[in-house]
Every structure is written in structure tokens, then in C-alpha cells.
């Protein structure tokens, strides 16, 4: 039954202050409404049990996407698309636009917030669970002032948080890095996109060879809220990817969640789905530390053999982007620095040479120089370099796939050894 409108009242507040000073004055009776994405479903259903509705949706203050060294701060009002837009979140925080792209239709993403997400509090959003893995911070105001808290620990209850009665969320802050994550999600529901997940798994890390330095998982729809996993986390920590491990992760994953059977699902499938997402997660992770390509480890991680060949030249590039220059000395990429140790006795003017010749092939093809170098001296790597300047484009990218595959079948090799 839809609900009677002369049941609610709306209010459209100027400003936050006007806002937050409403909110003040009847802590607890007015529900703040953004794009209405998730209270108009309860309103049309006639099940909306809040009657003074507090549009915040012409809040300026609570917009925008600022960029700092130290952080991303995303303002309460970003939609699903600005986030699917944005270059930097596109890059260093995948997971999240992931999340958006997962996220109803194009018009519940024109119109939807993250902050509604995650003011909503229920255990089967899909932004959540990387929100968490990227240690994100809300900062909450009021009329009395504002507080940062992690977003770890912000969901108390299914559908309970510490925001207090007169609180908003302004803002979503997430700190930059500069360590080489690898970065893992699925979603599991009826469909791939405009569904409720059944299991939602966001994941990242970082690994010394195959080895965990440090690894974070979060899940949604497995628990009364979005958890963090650190029993399954710390077991990780330090062990290489191998049967043993995946086979002792596993175990320690449905050890730690908690589902429940309802109407789109049962607990027990749950649990065989998060074991079997998360044994998905290590071997994608072994495999995407051997080849940067996100769909070669897709590929290799669902049992497909020699797919490199059969994927598009934009994921060549994000393989090769993957990849130092040849030359510099890597950052964070102990593989990468073993593959070039050969280099290290270079001379200054065959490094400034080949700085040079990476510069120019870069302006010329549009992707860094790539070349298998184990084994291969500084001068025979600008040799190389230099011979294959005079190719066309269409010459080279086939040239760089193959030294790409080179370079690929030896990490196989070796962290399968």
C-alpha cells in the first residue's frame, strides 16, 4: 500500500547550518534525505516510518571531490557517477568505482550518494566493504561541531551506527598511498548489476614475491553488518600463496562470518560462496603479482589456459603499466628489482642513455618500454631499445606483448616453484 502524502512533512533547509540547527531542535525526529534512493522504496511501499523528512540535496557544503598529497576527502553528496568519473578514484581506489559501477542503474547512480550507502547501514551495500579495506574516515557535524572517526567500527548493528540523532555525515576521507596494492573484489547475487549480493568481498594487498606483507579483507551480506576479517587477515600475513595456505584461509574465513538464511539466500550457501570468493581473491592476487593485467588474472584465476593472446590492447597496457621503467630503480617491487638487478652495474652514461630512450619511446608509442630483462646487461637493453625506436606502432605493441609474455611465463615459473 503507498504511503498518504499529507502523512509527512519536508523541509529544504538553505544551508548545513540551517540544517544542522533543524536536526538540533528535535534530536532524532527529522531524517535527513539526500537522493532518496533507498527511503522513496519505503514510501512507495508505504512502509517509511519517518514522517519529517530533511532534504539535504541542494547542500553545496556537502559536495565536491578534494585532492590532496595526503588524501582524497569525497563530500557526502558525491553521487555514484561522479565517483564512476573521477580519474584519480579510478586509479588508486578501483574497488570503490568498482562498487558505483555495481550500484543500481544509471539513474539511481546519477542520484545516489555514498554517504546515503553508508547512513543506511545495510550489511549488502556494495561501496561498504571497500570503504573499509581503504581504512576510509567519516567526519560527522552538527550544530555543536564536528568529529573524524574510522569507518571501521561505524556500523554498531544491522542498522544501528554511532552517528548521533542530530548528526550528518559531510564528509568521506581516504588516504592516499603509494604502495603497490593489489586490489580484489566480487560480487555474488542474482545478477551482476541492479541486485541485492548475497556475498560482497573487497580486498587488497601487498606482497613481497607471492609472500603477504600485509593484506585487508572486508565483506558485506555475511554478518548483521560490513566486517573487516583480521582472524583470516593475520593468518594471511607472512604466508605464501600456495594449496596449503588457501585451503587454511578458507577455514578461517567461515570461522569469522556470520550469515543468515533470508529470502535471496541461506546461510550455508553463503559460507560455501565467501570460501570460495576468498580462495578466488589469493589466486587472482598470485596471478596479478605475475602479470598486471586485470583480466589475465581473471582469466588464469577461473582455470583458463594461456589467455594472453585472446585479451584487447588496452589490457596489454594496464600490464605494462605495471611495470617499472627500465633502468629506474623500482619502488616497492622486490620482483621488479630482482628481474633488473643485472642493471645495477650500469655505468651513468648507459642509465642517462637509456632515461633518455624511455622518454622518446614513451612520446612515440604511448606505453613505457617493456622488455624481458632478466639476464640482459644495461647495454644490451638500449640496444634493444634503440632497434625497436624505428618500429611501427602497430609492430611494437606485438614486440612489448611478447616480452610481456616472457616476463610472465618466468614469475609462473618461479612462484610456482
Known sequence: MRAYVPDYELVAPPDLRSALETMASEPGAWRPIAGGTDLMVLFEAGRL???????????????????????????????????????????????????????????????????????????????????????????????????????????????????????????????????????????????????????????????????????????????????????????????????????????TIVSEVQPITDIRSTADYRLRVTANVVEQFLLWTKFHACCGSSRWADAMADGAQDPWWNLEEKDWLEAFASHPKIGEKPVNDAVATQEQKSIGGASPKILAALAEGNRIYFEKFGYIYIVCATGKSGEEMLATLRERLFNDPGSEIRIAAEEQQKITALRLEKFSA
Open 49 to 251: 516510518p519517518f514522517h519529517k523528512l530533511l532534504s539535504i540535496w541542494k547542500l553545496d557544503e556537502l559536495r565536491g571531490i578534494d585532492v590532496t598529497p595526503e588524501s582524497i576527502t569525497v563530500g557526502a553528496l558525491t553521487s555514484y557517477t561522479q565517483i564512476l568519473q573521477h580519474a584519480i578514484l579510478q586509479r588508486e581506489f578501483p574497488l570503490l568505482t568498482k562498487a558505483a559501477s555495481w550500484t543500481g542503474g544509471v539513474a539511481t547512480q546519477n542520484r545516489g550518494t555514498l554517504a546515503g550507502n553508508i547512513a543506511n547501514a545495510s550489511p549488502a551495500a556494495d561501496s561498504p566493504p571497500a570503504l573499509l579495506v581503504y581504512d576510509a574516515q567519516l567526519e560527522l557535524v552538527s550544530a555543536a561541531g564536528s568529529r573524524t572517526i574510522p569507518y571501521n567500527g561505524f556500523h554498531t548493528g544491522y542498522k544501528r551506527t554511532q552517528m548521533r540523532p542530530d548528526e550528518l555525515i559531510a564528509r568521506i576521507r581516504l588516504p592516499r598511498s603509494n604502495r603497490n596494492w593489489h586490489h580484489f573484489t566480487r560480487k555474488v547475487g542474482t545478477r551482476k548489476a541492479q541486485a541485492i549480493s548475497k556475498v560482497c568481498l573487497a580486498a587488497v594487498a601487498e606482497l613481497d614475491g607471492i609472500t603477504f606483507k600485509e593484506v585487508r579483507i572486508a565483506l558485506g551480506s555475511v554478518a548483521p553488518t560490513v566486517i573487516r576479517c583480521p582472524r583470516t587477515e593475520a593468518f594471511l600475513t607472512g604466508k605464501s600463496i600456495n594449496n596449503e595456505t588457501i585451503v587454511g584461509a578458507k577455514e
